[in-house]
């Protein structure tokens, strides 16, 4: 999954601090997710973005807010970190035929 | 918009063929069918693709129905390394169903020695 990079891999936060993951990739590709995955269980959607500039509300997004201000990177931002917050993150990118995915490796992040 | 529906679980003994199902009959003309395994602590793990043909590729096979509702899986000799959680995930052209991507629940393989 060279495609999608995602920093940093991990991070303890303290409650109410502040953070953002990055998640890049270098294949022009339109579509860009951001996905946490908590402990057996599946990928819920956070936030997504059908192009540079837009954004859009996924299942999940309540505590959290994106931008995405240049085509290859896709923020997410957490303003005020929350023990719920524990979770591994996964960003995704995708082409606009659909044809092709690609999956960062994860960001496993911690709120204590 | 679309949905996939996958078994929980299901059970493999090893080297034996492993057939996973996935249901996907609101499924349109655009929407291609990938599958993705997860390891534990890994990220989801490309293993094949189609849009109405079957397709083989080294790690596996997927067969898609005719009227393409559905499709399934193949390991064609299951190893213990194939023991994941294996997402059918349904991909749309443009921004038919907003943009997202269909996640199955996903299905937990396990593989007997």
């Known amino acids: 999954n060279a495609g999608v990079t995602q920093t940093p891999k991990f991070r303890v936060l303290k409650t109410g601090q502040s953070m953002t993951l990055l998640c890049a990739q270098d294949m022009n590709h339109e579509y860009m997710y951001w996905y946490r995955q908590d402990p057996g269980m599946g990928l819920r959607l956070i936030h997504y973005?059908?192009?540079?500039?837009?954004?859009a509300k996924g299942e999940v997004p309540d505590g959290y807010n994106v931008s995405r201000l240049k085509k290859q990177n896709f923020l997410l931002g957490l303003e005020s970190a929350a023990p719920s917050q524990t979770s591994v993150y996964f960003c995704a990118s995708r082409s606009t035929s659909g044809n092709t995915i690609y999956f960062g490796e994860g960001s496993w992040l911690t709120v204590v | 918009d679309a949905k996939t529906t996958q078994p929980n679980s299901m059970e493999s003994n090893e080297e034996e063929p492993v057939h996973l199902p996935c249901n996907h009959s609101t499924i349109s003309g655009t929407d291609y069918i990938h599958w993705y395994r997860q390891l534990p602590s890994q990220g989801p793990e490309y293993v094949i693709h189609g849009l109405t043909s079957n397709v083989n590729n080294r790690m596996a096979s997927l067969a898609i129905a005719e009227d393409r509702k559905s499709s399934t899986l193949i390991l064609h000799r299951a190893t213990l390394r194939d023991a994941a959680v294996y997402y059918c995930i349904l991909s749309s052209r443009g921004s038919s169903n907003t943009g997202k991507l269909i996640f199955g629940q996903g299905t937990t393989l396990q593989v007997k020695p």
């Open positions: 973005s059908v192009g540079e500039g837009t954004t």
